[in-house]
């Protein structure tokens, strides 16, 4: 099993800043597909950025495309999101997750992914 824990949401205002952090346990083998998800209140969870990270290959979702960086530190066991231009809509809740070994390529569906962190709120004020 994999354990998740994220930290580095807060509120910031918009144009802003900031950088998820996502630290990995338990079964950290290399080459797994992680990602970052995020959930509007009353909205099913929305996969935003993603990375297999045997090979650094990413994928992003059209509406944070240039504006959100995926990235991984494997001796770290850290994957991170960094969010730039951030806008009132990016309020949310935002998850990291991470697939099963085995899947070897990035992921943007929720259903894809196998162990979740409990999230960290992102508040962005106008």
């Known amino acids: 099993r994999v354990q998740l824990v994220e930290s580095g949401g807060g509120s910031v205002q918009a144009g802003g800043s900031l950088r998820l952090s996502c630290v990995a346990s338990?079964?950290?083998?290399?080459?797994?597909?992680m990602g970052w998800f995020r959930q509007f209140p009353g909205k099913e969870r929305e996969g935003i950025a993603s990375i297999y990270t045997g090979s650094g290959s990413t994928r992003y979702a059209d509406p944070v495309t240039g504006r959100f960086t995926i990235s991984h530190d494997s001796a770290k066991n850290t994957l991170y999101l960094q969010i730039d231009s951030l806008t009132p809509e990016d309020t949310a809740m935002y998850y990291c997750?991470?697939?099963?070994?085995?899947?070897?390529?990035?992921?943007?569906?929720?259903?894809?992914?196998?162990?979740w962190g409990q999230g960290t709120q992102v508040t962005v004020s106008s």
């Open positions: 338990g079964d950290t083998t290399s080459g797994r597909c």
């Open positions: 997750a991470a697939a099963d070994v085995g899947v070897r390529w990035p992921l943007l569906a929720w259903i894809e992914y196998d162990y």
